[in-house]
Antibody
Framework: EVQLVESGGGLVKPGGSLRLSCEASGFTFSSFAMQWVRQAPGKGLEWVSSITSSSSYVYYADSVKGRFTISRDNARNSLYLQMSSLRAEDTAVYYC?????????????WGLGTMVTVSS | DIQMTQSPSSLSASVGDRVTITCRAS??????LNWYQQKPGKAPKLLIY???SLQSGVPLRFSGSGYGTDFTLTISSLQPEDFATYYC?????????FGQGTRVEIK
């Protein structure tokens, strides 16, 4: 059974940093690209970042480029999102997601999410 | 970036009604269009992929259609458990943009 478990969320002050983790199980983690998608309170889904299976390529939404860094450790079956220079508008539930069986970019498995609150 | 626009933003319908949600892409995305259902406090769930393919375990009352820039999600007979927000998403290119969502309320 595919499982994605996010952690690392919490309350942080504007300008601060936070590192999110996503631990994966139930599939060959090293074979698949991984994504972060976020959802601000009461708002829609926003794709944040993705990383290819071997970390060769990373991609970011314009809203986080230069502030967030995605990475992965295939030996630990883990995905990370290092967030810095955090702003109030980064407040959201952050989900990790993966496209395993329905094609590239079709997110068939999601974690439960971890909440990040940026507030003074 | 490809912009995805859904309509309506919300709707209210009765159990048994046929419900249609539309999604328009700002440029052609062939059939790289997916639909997700999200219930309050839960992660999104894949319903439809490649515009018209039903994800495993999804009830047959859900269907999708369209190609190019215009797409439709249809619920043939709305059930109480279908109260949720529905999002379209393009997987044609990165960034994998989502529509703004359509909230379906049960009358």
């Amino acid at each position: 059974e595919v499982q994605l478990v996010e952690s690392g969320g919490g309350l942080v002050k504007p300008g601060g940093s936070l590192r999110l983790s996503c631990e994966a199980s139930g599939f060959t983690f090293s074979s698949f690209a991984m994504q972060w998608v976020r959802q601000a309170p009461g708002k829609g889904l926003e794709w944040v970042s993705s990383i290819t299976s071997s970390s060769s390529y990373v991609y970011y939404a314009d809203s986080v480029k230069g502030r967030f860094t995605i990475s992965r450790d295939n030996a630990r079956n883990s995905l990370y999102l290092q967030m810095s220079s955090l702003r109030a508008e980064d407040t959201a539930v952050y989900y990790c997601a993966v496209a395993i069986s329905r094609g590239d970019g079709v997110f068939d498995f999601w974690g439960l999410g971890t909440m990040v609150t940026v507030s003074s | 970036d490809i912009q995805m626009t859904q309509s309506p933003s919300s709707l209210s319908a009765s159990v048994g009604d046929r419900v249609t949600i539309t999604c328009r892409a700002s440029q052609s995305i062939n059939n790289y269009l997916n639909w997700y259902q999200q219930k309050p406090g839960k992660a999104p769930k894949l319903l439809i992929y490649a515009a018209s393919s039903l994800q495993s375990g999804v009830p047959l009352r859900f269907s999708g259609s369209g190609y190019g820039t215009d797409f439709t999600l249809t619920i043939s007979s709305l059930q109480p458990e279908d109260f949720a927000t529905y999002y379209c998403q393009q997987s044609y290119t990165t960034p994998r943009t989502f529509g703004q969502g359509t909230r379906v309320e049960i009358k």
